[in-house]
């Protein structure tokens, strides 16, 4: 499995992009990844790197941090991105749930003590993750291909170049003290992946092909997300972990 949250490219992972587009590609091609040689490319890429360094980190870090020291980072994360998924909202026009957000956001920073505890889940307000990608397909932009982006994961066109103005959108982007940005990146990394764990030894253990089968996770579930922000049907929710951004509609 790949990270869902890295805010910066390298240049070794430009220069991946550039040089993959020749990997053999099983079966028949399927229409909403016509890039899907370079993408297995980039997912062997991503996987590679995940097992060699991510994923055991993020096992260390389960290993030795206490589950309660572990739900108190996550809550602590997941309320600052409630403040972008309530912007979001507003952008959609979806007024009264931009509300729910920020009602959160001062829930969970002052009773929840800065968010460690997520007082508002207890009072009926449960949260729901938001991204820029959503507010362009609701807004009618199309999805373009399915994009397997480096350290990043799955994707599309759209949502990889909504995901410039989500990095924006990250508190975390405007903390001016290096030192301490980048810890708060390092530490939001690292548990996202430990949460990711389970998921990923599913996937090893269940799937005939990863690749495609994080794919089809994807964008079906990508697809109903784009669905509900319209107002339209969607599709069942496996629940999943949302890896940030939608596709095909």
Same mark, same amino acid.
């Given at each position: 499995?790949?990270?869902?949250?890295?805010?910066?490219?390298?240049?070794?992972?430009?220069?991946?992009?550039?040089?993959?587009?020749?990997?053999?590609?099983?079966?028949?091609?399927?229409?909403?990844?016509?890039?899907?040689?370079?993408?297995?490319?980039?997912?062997?890429?991503?996987?590679?790197?995940?097992?060699?360094?991510?994923?055991?980190?993020?096992? !260390?870090?389960?290993? %030795?941090? *206490?589950?309660?020291?572990? $739900?108190? &980072?996550?809550?602590?994360?997941?309320? #600052?991105? @409630? /403040?972008?998924?309530?912007?979001?909202?507003?952008?959609?026009?979806?007024?009264?749930?931009?509300?729910?957000?920020?009602?959160?956001?001062?829930?969970?920073?002052?009773?929840?003590?800065?968010?460690?505890?997520?007082?508002?889940?207890?009072?009926?307000?449960?949260?729901?993750?938001?991204?820029?990608?959503?507010?362009?397909?609701?807004?009618?932009?199309?999805? !373009?291909?399915?994009? %397997?982006? *480096?350290?990043?994961?799955? $994707?599309? &066109?759209?949502?990889?170049?909504?995901? #410039?103005? @989500? /990095?924006?959108?990250?508190?975390?982007?405007?903390?001016?003290?290096?030192?301490?940005?980048?810890?708060?990146?390092?530490?939001?990394?690292?548990?996202?992946?430990?949460?990711?764990?389970?998921?990923?030894?599913?996937?090893?253990?269940?799937?005939?092909?990863?690749?495609?089968?994080?794919?089809?996770?994807?964008?079906?579930?990508?697809?109903?997300?784009?669905?509900?922000?319209?107002?339209?049907?969607?599709?069942?929710?496996? $629940?999943?972990?949302?890896?940030?951004?939608?596709?095909?509609?």
């Amino acid at each position: 499995m790949t990270i869902a949250r890295v805010s910066r490219f390298t240049p070794l992972a430009a220069a991946l992009l550039l040089a993959t587009g020749c990997a053999t590609v099983p079966g028949e091609p399927d229409p909403r990844d016509p890039l899907e040689g370079m993408n297995r490319s980039v997912y062997k890429f991503n996987d590679t790197v995940d097992r060699a360094v991510f994923r055991p980190v993020a096992q !260390g870090y389960q290993a %030795v941090v *206490p589950s309660p020291v572990r $739900s108190c &980072v996550s809550n602590f994360f997941g309320n #600052l991105g @409630d /403040v972008w998924s309530a912007i979001n909202f507003f952008l959609q026009g979806e007024v009264p749930d931009g509300i729910n957000g920020i009602g959160r956001v001062l829930m969970n920073t002052t009773v929840g003590g800065l968010g460690c505890f997520d007082a508002a889940e207890t009072v009926g307000v449960p949260r729901q993750s938001n991204d820029f990608g959503i507010t362009l397909g609701r807004w009618g932009v199309g999805s !373009g291909p399915y994009l %397997v982006l *480096p350290f990043f994961g799955p $994707s599309t &066109v759209r949502d990889g170049a909504a995901k #410039l103005v @989500d /990095v924006y959108g990250d508190p975390i982007d405007h903390v001016d003290n290096v030192r301490v940005r980048n810890s708060l990146w390092a530490t939001d990394l690292i548990d996202t992946r430990a949460q990711l764990l389970d998921v990923g030894d599913m996937v090893d253990d269940l799937a005939l092909d990863p690749y495609s089968f994080v794919r089809d996770a994807y964008l079906q579930r990508r697809t109903g997300r784009i669905n509900a922000a319209r107002g339209e049907a969607g599709v069942p929710d496996y $629940s999943l972990p949302d890896y940030g951004d939608d596709p095909a509609e």
